[in-house]
Nanobody
Framework: QLQLVESGGGLVQPGGFLRLSCAAS????????IGWFRQAPGKEREGVSC????????DYADSVKGRFTISRDNAKNTVYLQMNSLKPEDTAVYYC???????????????????WGQGTLVTVSE
């Protein structure tokens, strides 16, 4: 079965940190750019970050620049999202997805991505 599985979410206090993982099973992430997206209650899904197939190019939403870092480990077939200095407004379900893109910047348009995982909940609260 071809799927992505997110993990690492949880409850954290403002200013804290979490590391999310996105693991692929049944296929290799080597051929894809990977994106992280989030959806807060009552809001539309928004792009958070993405990383190119080679790992040499990354994109971030303005709201997370300087606080979040995306990385990939192709040997483990996994992509990570390190989230530091978390804020209550980061509370959301976080999803990862893949984009068929050999070269170039991956972008944060969700319509370009596929094979969405089930999501992992991040709650930032006192």
């Amino acid at each position: 079965q071809l799927q992505l599985v997110e993990s690492g979410g949880g409850l954290v206090q403002p200013g804290g940190f979490l590391r999310l993982s996105c693991a692929a099973s049944g296929f290799s992430l080597d051929y894809y750019a990977i994106g992280w997206f989030r959806q807060a209650p009552g809001k539309e899904r928004e792009g958070v970050s993405c990383i190119s197939r080679s790992g040499s190019s990354t994109d971030y939403a303005d709201s997370v620049k300087g606080r979040f870092t995306i990385s990939r480990d192709n040997a483990k077939n996994t992509v990570y999202l390190q989230m530091n200095s978390l804020k209550p407004e980061d509370t959301a379900v976080y999803y990862c997805a893949v984009r068929r893109l050999l070269f170039g910047r991956c972008g944060l348009s969700s319509s370009q991505f596929e094979r969405w995982g089930q999501g992992t909940l991040v709650t930032v609260s006192e």
